[in-house]
């Protein structure tokens, strides 16, 4: 008898898989990323990125999750006794990005109510940083700012709600409403931004191949990159929600259909994204390239003046914004789903208790984002936690496994047992060579402008305390967890419930 929590139905699982994939970074990195690495010619590295780390790793967490039934730290540490830290060290990181990921959509959610009559005037960017986030110098946090406290409750409680009705009625009934709500706004939005004026010279700056930009390492690192970030990989994130696959699952393919998924989004974004900005270039007489950006002053500074100049911009305004809402809320409820699976296992609780003891510190953590300096913490604690979190876990991921555990050929005959399409030679080698090698490279080249930069012009203690402090924090907070001791199994069994 199984007494693990299930998804109901295979696309139930693929749409919560897809909904964690698809999040803010298909919608504000993908673009930017792309144009700025050689457009046209960055899709060979991209689809390059794909085919060797993307797929393959996700291939290897979904085998972890689905052979191991575990949260991440519980199948690491049955994979082997000293891996557990690298579980927990994952959860810990996707707990801090559950900390401030909900401020994004709490913004986005004030954005689709800011629509009805432009209330972002007409400097859209000195009314982000001013008017709404009354933002501060960095290092100083001043007071919560109402108008992002209340959206954030509200953040909270959707996700307090879905998490609690547990893993099939709860976290698989909201993704199967999410994302097919959130692809047919966004195709409205992609259909409306490529017929206005300007949108095809949009296009022709994101589409046309810088090739010699191929040739340039740089531009493979940060297709690499993307893909890690997109796929949402070595975030715990994966292995936890395949561990609720049924025994007969077929692994190999759910994983080329989530890569395929998540990229066709991205494109789609691609699209969407440059026929607008090729429109607001249009409007103001000037380049695509003056224009174009990523990120938070992509989505709240750049969309606003976009939307206000569209025809029927409240509606388009409010489509857009809640495509950021639905796409943000599947990652997040994804991610915080780690720790409350992780914290029921390991202190052998019921999932009610854990969502209230792991839910309530993120959300109390929250806060802080919450603040006047919140807009400065977020930037921070973001680059430090992806770069020295997230990329350097999955590094070690890969290594452990590969090399020093060698679990790859077990993982592919359990993959192979219950998949279509048979692993081969391929598989080991992108994982257990070109994985560890184009991450490592990475890793060289971020701590090298870390060192040679200030990220963000911010001053040197500041980036101390919130940046270094958090992301190594994140290793010690794995670390301590590893001391305490599984409780037996047995027990454990008892308490799973959905
Ligand atoms: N894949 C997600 C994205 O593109 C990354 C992510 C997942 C971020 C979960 C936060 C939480 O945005």
Redesign the pocket.
């Known amino acids: 008898m199984e007494n693990r929590s299930q998804w109901g139905t295979r696309i139930g699982f693929l749409m919560a898989a897809m909904g964690?994939?698809?999040?803010?970074?298909?919608i504000w990195?993908f673009p930017y990323t792309a144009y700025d690495n050689g457009g046209g010619a960055f899709f060979l590295p991209y689809l390059f990125a794909l085919l060797t780390a993307g797929i393959p790793l996700l291939i290897m967490e979904y085998t972890i999750g689905h052979k191991f039934r575990g949260s991440a730290p519980r199948s690491y540490s049955k994979m082997s006794k000293g891996l557990e830290w690298i579980g927990w060290w994952q959860v810990a990181v996707s707990f801090v990005?559950s900390a401030y990921?909900p401020i994004i959509i709490a913004w986005a959610i004030m954005y689709a109510y800011f629509s009805f009559g432009q209330q972002w005037g007409d400097d859209p960017t000195s009314f982000f940083v001013g008017d709404y986030l009354q933002l501060s110098d960095p290092g100083v946090f001043g007071s919560l700012v109402p108008s992002v406290l209340f959206p954030l409750l509200l953040v909270w409680a959707i996700v307090f709600f879905t998490l609690g009705r547990g893993v099939r009625k709860g976290i698989e009934v909201a993704n199967k409403i999410f994302i097919p709500a959130l692809v047919v706004l966004f195709i409205i939005i992609v259909i409306r931004a490529i017929t206005l004026p300007g949108a095809l010279d949009g296009l022709e700056a994101f589409f046309e191949p810088n090739w010699s930009s191929i040739m340039d390492g740089k531009v493979w690192v940060a297709a690499y990159g993307q893909i890690f970030?997109?796929?949402?990989i070595a975030?715990a994130?994966m292995i936890t929600y395949s561990s609720y696959l049924p025994k007969k699952s077929d692994i190999t393919n759910n994983a080329f259909i989530t890569g395929f998924a998540n990229s066709s989004f991205e494109l789609l974004a691609g699209i969407g994204v440059f026929a607008a900005l090729g429109f607001m270039a249009f409007q103001n007489g000037v380049e695509v390239n003056e224009v174009a950006s990523s990120g938070v002053g992509l989505a709240f500074m750049v969309f606003p003046e976009i939307i206000s100049q569209m025809p029927a911009s409240e509606f388009f305004g409010v489509l857009f914004f809640l495509s950021l809402v639905l796409a943000g809320l599947s990652?997040?409820i994804?991610?915080s789903e780690t720790y409350v699976a992780g914290l029921q296992e390991k202190f052998n609780i019921s999932r009610g208790t854990s969502i209230l003891i792991g839910g309530g510190l993120a959300a109390v953590a929250s806060l802080f984002f919450a603040t006047q300096g919140g807009l400065n913490l977020l930037d921070t604690v973001d680059h430090f936690i992806n770069n020295y979190g997230v990329a350097l876990s999955g590094l070690f991921e890969v290594v452990a496994v590969a090399w020093f555990v060698k679990s790859l050929r077990d993982f592919q005959s359990h993959a192979d047992g219950i998949s279509d399409i048979k692993l081969g030679f391929w598989w080991r080698f992108c994982l257990g060579v070109i994985t560890p090698a184009v991450l490592g490279v990475m890793m060289l080249q971020n701590l090298k402008s870390e060192i040679t930069t200030n990220y963000g012009d911010y001053p040197i203690e500041f980036l101390f305390n919130y940046g270094w402090v958090v992301a190594i924090g994140a290793m010690f907070a794995g670390a301590l967890l590893t001391l305490k001791k599984w409780p037996n199994q047995a027990a454990e069994a008892s308490k799973s419930e959905d």
Request: aromatic share 16%; net charge positive; charged share 5%.
């Open positions: 964690s994939a698809i999040g803010l970074g298909n990195r990005i990921y970030f997109s796929l949402s975030f994130i990652s997040m994804s991610i």
